[in-house]
């Protein structure tokens, strides 16, 4: 399978060295541009996918595909619409995700609404924000790569996995996009979670996000909280450190620990495990490891087995929001 693969530009390396160690299949093909590739390897799409979550390969943050490969100058569009009848299946909405790197004045908009019409003219359904199929096109100069898949085997449903959260009138900080956008790279289904615990809270964009899916919440920090968070009747501000709030209380059980505290990883997991027997069967945590300067694959590794030892690790990732920290999901053992 040849496909286009997206990271941090400035994760391009140790992500390279990631799919060398991980993946003997794995040939890099060549950069389209900064932190955007085209590698090569075997297996198809779906099994690809779930090699990368379960893996995990950390430092990707999308995949697509390629099914075709045109030239610019051909009758590029009417083979993509060709494409796309041939790949999408009818039951399912489908959006178009366009990238280049070209410097042709490409008119994107009009491009995407010529090609949607077309296809949804053969009797397929659009649906731009929660689409279940990508028709994904990169044009890299005079060749444009084009492939159709559904939106989990892309590993993110973001355009290159970029998503774009607006700051509404409750914004709190750019935290909050951290959470969001775990809860929707790594469809986490939050309906069944009652009662969760967010360790290093403040100012509270992690609380918020989670309250609003309806958790109740309590927020553990001795830093101060945003008073737009306070006043959601569902979350309960404990204005102390982690260490204290074990002291104190110790009682309460949960369904789900996040944990964004800037500290040192493994102390940070340490004090997580203080909590394991707080957490309910297939109890949920998402944490963040905050990165030291010259990090290495081979210390996040150490840090993963670390926490191994206290939960089940399902998967963890470098997203987007994610600045010099990765996002990792676990579950109690
Ligand atoms: C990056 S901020 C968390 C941001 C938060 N996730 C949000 O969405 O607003 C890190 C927080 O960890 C807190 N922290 C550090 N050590 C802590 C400890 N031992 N117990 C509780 N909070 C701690 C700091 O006070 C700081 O507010």
Redesign the pocket.
Known sequence: MRFIFTCDELSSNIMLEEFEQKDPNFKMLKWLNGGIGLAETNGNSKEYAHFIYNKPIIFIRHICKVDLVLTYYSNWKYKVISLAKNKLNRSKTFSIQLRHNTDINLDTNQILTELSTKICEQGFTLDVKNCEQVVSIFIDNQDIYCGVDSVENNLSKFKGGIPHYAENEDF??R??FK?KEALDVFDIDTSNLKNGV??????????KVLAQTGINMVA????EMDKKVLTLKNVEHKKM???EYFFHYNDKKFDIIVN????DVQKSIQ?MGKFRDKLNPNGLIIMTFKLPKNYTLNLIEKDLLFLQKEFKLITARQLFYNRSEITVVAKSL
């Open positions: 709190v900080c935290a909050e959470m967010d360790f290093g809270s403040a100012p509270g964009g992690w609380t553990i920090d001795p830093a450190t982690i260490q964004d505290m800037k500290m004090l």
